[in-house]
Structure formats: C-alpha cells, structure tokens
C-alpha cells in the first residue's frame, strides 16, 4: 500500500474519532436530539473495511453509522446536521443519528431495527447480479444482530444465490448492557455463519491494516467470483452503548484494558516508528481535522429546520 493511502486512513480514523467527541459535547449542550450512538474506539473497522471499495460498490449500516458514513466521504457538514435535525443534513434531518442515507455515495443508511440493514444487503447483491455489474455490497451490523431471524434469512439467500455481499459483524463484545457470551449460544460469532456454508474469517478489529486485508480478500472474491463472506471483526466502543448509558455492566479495568489498544493510537505508533508519519504531518493533521469539525458546527448550527410541509416530501404512501 501506498504511503499516502496510510496517512490518509490515519487522517480518517482521526476525523471520525474528533467527529464523535464532539457530537457528544453537542448532544450534552441540547444541540443534537434524539439517540446518539457514538462510533469511539471502533474506528479502524469503518476505515480499514470501507477503504478497500470503489466509489460506485454499496454500504449498509446499522444505528452505529456516523464512522462509516465518514468513512465512505459523506459530507462532515451534512453529516453533523443531520445530528442536529437540519434541512441541511444528510437525510434533511429527518433521521437522526441513525439514518444517514448518501446515495451520491451508494450509502443505503442508517438502520434503527437490530438486523434490518442484512436482508436489504441480500436485496442489494440480488440486483447487482441481476444488472450483471462486478460491483459489492458492504453491510456492517453489531454482535447483536445475529440473534435476529434476519441473519439466517440473509445469509441462507446470499449463500444460495451467489450474491456479491460482505457482511461485516462488528463484535464490540456488547448490545446494550449484555455481554455476548450471556445471548449467545457459542461466542464465536464467525462461526455461526459457517452453516450456511459461508467464507468466514475472524479479524482484529483495532488493528486497520488488518481490517484492510480482510476487506481486500473479501472484495476480490466478491467482484470475480460472486462469492459472499462473513466477518467478524473483533472491537470494543469506548463509551456507552449511548450517550444516555450509565454504564453499569462493565469495569473500568475491563474499559482501560481496551484502551490501551487504541486503534487510532497504535496505527500513528506504527507510522512513526517506520517514518511514513512525520511530527508536522500529525501536527497538519490535527489543525485540518479541528478546523473541519468546527466548520461542521457551524454549519449545523447555522442551518435551518425544515419547513412543516417538508414532512410530506420523500414519503412512500
Ligand atoms: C429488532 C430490534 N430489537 C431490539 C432493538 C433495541 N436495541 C437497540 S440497540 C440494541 C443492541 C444491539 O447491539 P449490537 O448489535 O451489538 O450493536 P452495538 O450497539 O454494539 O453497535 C438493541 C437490542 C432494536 N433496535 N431492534
Ligand atoms: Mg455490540
């Protein structure tokens, strides 16, 4: 991989982690209303995964999706009205945190039903198929959602039917408050999808470079031989399940013992210590980075509400 292209998956990493920190200082000031589920300490899945894709492939999310919105090049400004319910969001501030849709960026949402986004994936490789492109659908989801019927149906049809889907489970070890081991019959989520006779892998999911190759193997697959894929990409969210979260269930040793794997932390060490990242280059980074999230501010905070009649456009009935 390019030099470049490293500095530029550090420099996204970093976005959504500074994007984060202060959606939640917007939400704890009464700007941002409604659910905030914070991406913070999951950064390398979003940008090793959705960096491997080409710009006409898809992206699904589940609730958690701001990182991968980023990821994927939607608009910080929009992105941060969206939170904030702004005509000008991404989603003209009719979803919320948890439904960013981009279609300028083939990224289908922003799903608030645990599961929902995997069965319209499998709805999506159908179509390619059918268009007969080489292109792919990336759907990402938590550990929770494999306890839903819409797994099994998902993965039963992109198995059958040879669709072009990557489903990549983010298993930050939690929904909610409840560990996986307490909802889950065997804790090795990758394995569950081995019966539908899917390729499986497990990946460290605070390591990017290592989200990277599996996204790349997983792509390669995918455009030639039409062939699914089930990730598990292990990871841990610093903060709360939301924002609302008193946080309870787990320890604060459990929470620093995470932390020391910091992903974003550990891929600038790496970069330092082999010289790809300079002192300055961090340096230029972080000022670009601060300026782009108080310009994402701004703009919120100086959009406008959709008008009333607004709530009737963009409705199916
Ligand atoms: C079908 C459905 N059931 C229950 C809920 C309530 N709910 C919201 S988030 C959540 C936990 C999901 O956890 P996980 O999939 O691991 O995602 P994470 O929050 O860890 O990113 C639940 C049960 C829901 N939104 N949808
Ligand atoms: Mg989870």
Redesign the pocket.
């Known amino acids: 991989m390019e030099k470049q292209d490293k500095i530029e998956m550090y420099r996204q990493m970093l976005l959504i982690r500074k994007f984060e920190e202060k959606a939640g200082e917007m939400y704890t000031q009464g700007k941002v209303g409604g659910f905030l ?1 914070l991406y913070i300490g999951q950064e390398a899945v979003a940008v090793g995964f959705i960096s491997a894709l080409r710009p006409d492939d898809y992206v699904i999310g ?3 999706e701001h990182g991968q919105a980023l990821a994927r090049g939607v608009d910080p400004k929009r992105v941060m009205a969206e939170l904030f319910g702004k005509s000008t969001g991404v989603s003209r501030g009719k979803g919320g945190s948890m439904h960013m849709f981009d279609v300028e960026r083939n990224f289908l949402g922003g799903h ?4 929902g986004g995997m069965p319209l994936a499998a709805g999506m490789g159908f179509a390619i198929n059918y268009r007969e492109t080489d292109q792919v659908v990336m759907c990402f ?5 494999v306890n ?1 019927g819409a797994f099994h149906e998902a993965l039963n049809l992109v198995s059958l039917w040879n669709l072009p889907v990557i489903y990549v489970c ?1 298993n ?1 070890l ?3 408050g409840t560990a996986v081991y307490r909802a889950s019959s065997f804790p090795e989520i990758f394995r569950r999808a081995q019966c539908y006779d899917l390729d499986t892998e497990s990946v460290d999911g605070m390591d990017v470079l290592a989200c990277r190759d599996a996204a790349d193997r997983a792509i390669r697959r995918a455009r030639k031989e039409k062939s699914p894929r089930f990730i598990e990409a292990i990871t841990y ?1 610093f903060r709360g ?1 939301s924002v609302a979260d008193p946080g309870t269930y787990r320890t604060k040793e459990e929470i620093g013992e995470w932390r020391k794997k910091d992903p974003i932390e550990q891929f600038r060490g790496q970069l330092e210590a082999d010289g790809t990242l300079t002192a300055e280059d961090i340096q230029r980074i972080e000022e670009e980075l601060d300026r782009v999230i108080q310009e994402a501010v701004e703009f919120a905070d100086s959009s406008e509400e959709l008008p009333v009649e607004g709530l009737y456009e963009d409705v199916y009935a």
Do not use: L, W
């Open positions: 589920h589940a609730y958690r608030g039903i645990v599961g989801f938590g550990d929770g959602a839903e983010e930050n939690y929904g909610m969210r399940h």
